[in-house]
């Protein structure tokens, strides 16, 4: 199972059904990061070997391009099922070998 870093806006609802699929979750406010920017969200993680998680799209996008050494960032696009949102995420773990250096988008499904 994945150590993940949700950033501040990321669904607790989400978090708490990934850690009941096995995943060691982080929230940016467990940690005493609320409020940092994202740069910084990313450095934390990346020091503490976690992926982040976020529906921060654009930025995390603009921060991989910078310096694509990192865990890993999952992106997802908002989702009002959670269930779906995590299953996703987590099926977008279980598929990947290593998350390390990349950038995994999780959409919701066309309707």
Known sequence: MANLYADEQFPLPVVE???SLGHDVLTVQ???NAG?????VLAFATKNKRIVLTQNRRDFFRLHNQNPAHQGIIACTDDKNLYRLATRINDAICAEDTLEGKVIRVNRPAI
Do not use: F, T, V
């Open 17 to 19: 059904l990934l850690r």
């Open 30 to 32: 467990e940690a005493g």
């Open 36 to 40: 940092l920017p994202d740069s910084d």
